[in-house]
């Protein structure tokens, strides 16, 4: 079964709030999702960019991890190649594409393909005879 790179997902969340197809005309990469007071009385607030970059620096830890076990590597790198050729195309001629947010998630996708061009497909799990005495 093929499941396609985990980091088309913040692609897809990125082109929904910068053409501002989800929320309000209010809601952008500054808007503070939470903030918390912290112990030392500075105030640490999380905004809708900083979401982002969390969540595919997450995603990216995921589909390295994934990547290892599929048996269809050829594709899976495919894949990646492509959503990288994707992040490259909309970063270069895309104008609502040119900021730090989309750069950062670019090069978790390049990070995302040339590791999966770099390590080996790791083999299903050895089973070793047991000899019983």
Known sequence: MF???????PLII???VAFDLVGSREMGWAQPV?????????????NVADLLVVFALVLLL??????RHIVRKMMNLGASLLVLA?????????PAA????????????????????????????????????
Do not use: Q
């Open 86 to 94: 994707i992040y490259v195309g909309e970063f270069v001629l895309v």
């Open 62 to 67: 995921i589909d390295v991890i994934r990547s």
């Open 34 to 46: 939470f903030s918390f007071s912290m112990p030392s009385g500075a105030v640490w607030s999380m």
């Open 98 to 133: 040119a900021t730090s947010v989309f750069f950062a998630c670019l090069v978790m996708s390049g990070v995302d393909a040339i590791t999966k061009l770099l390590t080996p497909a790791r083999p299903g799990p050895v089973h070793l005879p047991r000899f019983d005495d």
């Open 14 to 16: 990125y082109n929904l």
């Open 3 to 9: 499941i396609p790179p985990l980091l088309i997902l």
